[in-house]
């Protein structure tokens, strides 16, 4: 994914770690570039599941969104990935995914499910992801130490 990087800031042996995460970071240009629709890609780490007709929109955490086709449910067919950078939550009301890209909601537009449709977002909604072992992110990974205009979008073990 374009613009995003995994942060040497500090190493885990540092006095103030908190944390044995290291943040993936994302200029907030990429950040507002990220959401794509792709092929579809195996699901390695599920979060939230939704269910529309027989459709299936499950979330990978810090990734995206999958779609699949549930018709038969002994076999469900895997259709799409939407590249949410940093999503961790995400909803489906109507024809319409919310889901959080980070730090910001976007808004996705699932009428042809087949042809997602990405339509805008609102910036600065949401709180930056914690890692997943804290519940505040450490002092060394606070904005003002880490590069200029970067956002956290998700966490790798050290």
């Given at each position: 994914?374009?613009?995003?990087?995994?942060?040497?800031?500090?190493?885990?042996?540092?006095?103030?770690?908190?944390?044995?995460?290291k943040p993936v970071l994302m200029t907030?240009?990429?950040?507002?570039?990220?959401?794509?629709?792709?092929?579809?890609?195996?699901?390695?780490?599920?979060?939230?599941?939704?269910?529309?007709?027989?459709?299936?929109?499950?979330?990978?955490?810090?990734?995206?969104?999958?779609?699949?086709?549930?018709?038969?449910?002994?076999?469900?067919?895997?259709?799409?990935?939407?590249?949410?950078?940093?999503?961790?939550?995400?909803?489906?009301?109507?024809?319409?995914?919310?889901?959080?890209n980070a730090i910001d909601l976007v808004?996705?537009?699932?009428?042809?499910?087949?042809?997602?449709?990405?339509i805008r977002r609102i910036k600065d909604?949401?709180?930056?992801?914690?890692?997943?072992?804290?519940?505040?992110?450490?002092?060394?990974?606070?904005?003002?130490?880490?590069?200029?205009?970067?956002?956290?979008?998700?966490?790798?073990?050290?």
């Amino acid at each position: 994914m374009g613009g995003c990087t995994s942060t040497d800031i500090n190493s885990p042996t540092d006095n103030n770690k908190g944390t044995e995460y290291k943040p993936v970071l994302m200029t907030r240009t990429a950040l507002e570039n990220s959401v794509t629709i792709q092929p579809a890609r195996i699901l390695s780490q599920a979060g939230k599941i939704y269910m529309r007709d027989s459709m299936l929109f499950i979330s990978e955490k810090y990734k995206g969104i999958h779609i699949y086709d549930n018709k038969n449910p002994a076999s469900p067919v895997n259709l799409i990935f939407i590249s949410v950078p940093g999503c961790v939550d995400m909803a489906v009301k109507g024809n319409m995914i919310y889901a959080d890209n980070a730090i910001d909601l976007v808004v996705i537009d699932i009428s042809n499910v087949l042809s997602p449709q990405y339509i805008r977002r609102i910036k600065d909604v949401f709180p930056e992801v914690l890692p997943p072992d804290a519940n505040t992110i450490p002092a060394q990974f606070q904005v003002d130490q880490r590069p200029a205009n970067t956002v956290i979008v998700g966490w790798e073990k050290y």
